[in-house]
């Protein structure tokens, strides 16, 4: 997102405050650390602390109770409509066409890369457009998964473009 501009070619309305989540349960704890190693994986900048590193991060913070932090500096927040222009705007660019209201049901994925989609009303002919190279560097995830994850992600619009032959 921080190079949205630069490789959408559209602004985008973006706020990095940065997290610091309090763990106080062993359940909790375990749970980050996962997340915190797949995210390690997607070359995310994130840090288990131990409560005096979160209060050296943010003096003042009563840790009583907490048994470790989960924090990034660089988390977070993207205005979705900005997001959602940026993209329809540089399909459209490029000779796409956006289908609205037309629910993704399935995504064929070829070589860890989409090469297609299925909606409601059936096939489609189109392919997805995606111009965020970033995105592709910074996704670290394999072929179904992708597909998986971004089938339930739970948006219903998707982006098309002529099909590449």
Do not use: W
């Not at 090469?115 to 560097?137: C, F, I, M, Q």
């Amino acid at each position: 997102m921080e190079r949205f501009a630069d490789e959408v070619g559209h602004p985008l309305d973006l706020h990095q405050d940065g997290y610091l989540f309090l763990l106080s349960t062993p359940q909790s704890v375990e749970l980050f650390k996962a997340n915190i190693e797949m995210q390690r994986r997607l070359r995310v900048d994130v840090e288990l602390l131990t409560p005096d590193d979160a209060v050296r991060l943010a003096p003042g913070l009563d840790v009583d109770g907490t048994l470790a932090a989960s924090y990034c500096a660089r988390d977070g927040i993207a205005d979705p409509n900005s997001v959602t222009m940026g993209f329809v705007k540089a399909a459209q660019a490029a000779g796409g066409r956006i289908e609205r209201e037309s629910e993704v049901t399935a995504i064929a994925v070829s070589g860890g890369r989409v090469t297609g989609v299925e909606t409601g009303a059936g096939p489609s002919d189109l392919t997805p457009l995606n111009r965020s190279r970033s995105r592709e560097r910074s996704s670290g995830q394999e072929g179904a998964s992708d597909a998986e994850k971004a089938l339930h992600a739970g948006a219903n619009h998707h982006q098309v473009t002529p099909g590449r032959r």
